[in-house]
């Protein structure tokens, strides 16, 4: 069992930057492939960037893509997002995930592929 809790969100405007963060509880953070989802008002939620248990592979989705920067740090059982050029658009509630299984460079973009989730940090950009 992995109880995941995000952090870092809140109110900001274009072009700023802000870091989520994603800290996990339980046995073997280590083991575990780490996402980053986010769900807009009025839309489904979606794939933003993922990184896997090793930190060797990294994936974002393409609207991110050289802005966000995902990371992680095992000793400290935590995952962040870098969130650079913020725009109206990133507007949303990010959430992190982790999915068990897979090998050091193993990531996953499908929400079905997670297995834990955390609650949600709020994301609001102002223009």
């Known amino acids: 069992q992995v109880q995941l809790v995000e952090s870092g969100g809140g109110l900001v405007q274009a072009g700023d930057s802000l870091r989520l963060s994603c800290a996990a509880s339980?046995?073997?953070?280590?083991?575990?492939?780490m996402g980053w989802f986010r769900q807009a008002p009025g839309k489904e939620r979606e794939f933003v960037s993922a990184?896997?248990?090793?930190?060797?592979?990294?994936y974002y989705t393409d609207s991110v893509k050289g802005r966000f920067t995902i990371s992680r740090d095992n000793a400290k059982n935590t995952v962040y997002l870098q969130m650079n050029s913020i725009k109206p658009a990133d507007t949303a509630v990010y959430y992190c995930?982790?999915?068990?299984?897979?090998?050091?460079?193993?990531?996953?973009?499908?929400?079905?592929?997670?297995?834990?989730w955390g609650q949600g940090t709020q994301v609001t950009v102002s223009s």
């Open positions: 339980g046995r073997a953070f280590n083991t575990y492939a």
């Open positions: 990184i896997s248990w090793s930190g060797g592979s990294t």
């Open positions: 995930a982790a999915a068990r299984g897979g090998g050091p460079k193993y990531i996953s973009t499908g929400e079905g592929e997670y297995d834990y």
